[in-house]
């Protein structure tokens, strides 16, 4: 049987001093999972494009939009844009990882695979981890439908003021990472990162972010240890727009003088290399429901 964890991803729960006994991680998506899935009205994909590099972005539809045919198989019905270099960049037999999440009750799976079918307004993953995450760092919000045009894709050489407002404002993001191909279980894999807003720190083109507790799986940093390339997603939760960055991970194990966040346990930063953005791109605007306090991170940056 193979193992669930990489050995990057049991490097990294050695070195955070986990010990990971069996784990939820399911070969196949139980039908709760299934049920949620067919709920959202987004859903968060990773891949790979021609040059290795880690892409990241999000699908929109209405409730229904993703159903599964079986437990092995996942479909999403959203229109693919030839701009967006995540989705031009994906064919059959390409590794993709994905994670559904509901801001309004704070609920998020994860699935990793293969896409085993595709057709001009659908794709399909041949799933081979399905998991649940905790709600911790999830800030709750209400979704509401909102009309948008759509931009083009905006490539920015430099972060503009925009950008930097929107890292230094954000109290969520979504990280995409990839094992080596040669690795087992290697697949794309989909995380969700968040905390009070400004838990992010941006200090000219590197990012950091710090690492407070969740699963102990370490499949994020796992992935990192084995590939240090990685991509970032941010949105704009009241103008829709989705900024797009990325770069190579370094991870900080210990905490030192240059830190200082209430509750993390470690850090990991991006050294930002590309940088797009999608204008208007969300067709929903969230809008906070409460302040909630299993964001933790309630320290300030030293």
Known sequence: MMDIFHADEKRAQMLAGFNVGAAGIYPTMPQQHRDFFAGLRSFYIATLDERGWPVATVLNGPPGFISSVDNSHLRINAPRREDC?????????????????DF??????????????????????????SFGNCPKYIQRRQISP?????????RLSLLDAAARELIHSADTFFVATHAHSDVANGGADMSHRGGNP???????????????????????????????RAALLFLDF??????????????????????G???????????????????????????????SPATLSTGVWA
């Open 85 to 101: 270099p995540a989705l031009s960049s994906i064919a059959c037999g390409q590794v993709l990882g994905a994670l559904g999440l």
């Open 238 to 259: 009241n103008s829709g727009d989705v900024l797009h960055l990325q770069g190579n991970t370094e991870i900080s194990w210990q905490d030192n003088a240059q830190h």
């Open 104 to 129: 309004t009750n704070r609920r998020r799976n994860r699935v990793n695979g293969v896409i085993s079918r595709m057709d001009k307004n659908r794709l399909e993953i041949a799933v081979q981890q």
């Open 198 to 228: 400004g838990f992010v720190k941006l200090v000219g083109d590197t990012l950091w972010v710090p690492d407070f507790s969740g699963n102990r799986y370490m499949n994020t940093l796992g992935n990192m240890l084995a590939e240090p």
């Open 261 to 291: 966040l209430q509750g993390a346990e470690r850090y990991w930063c991006l050294h930002i290399s590309t940088a797009w953005r999608f204008p208007a791109l969300l067709p929903w605007r969230g809008t906070d429901i409460e302040y």
């Open 146 to 154: 909102v009309e948008r045009h759509a931009g083009p894709i905006v």
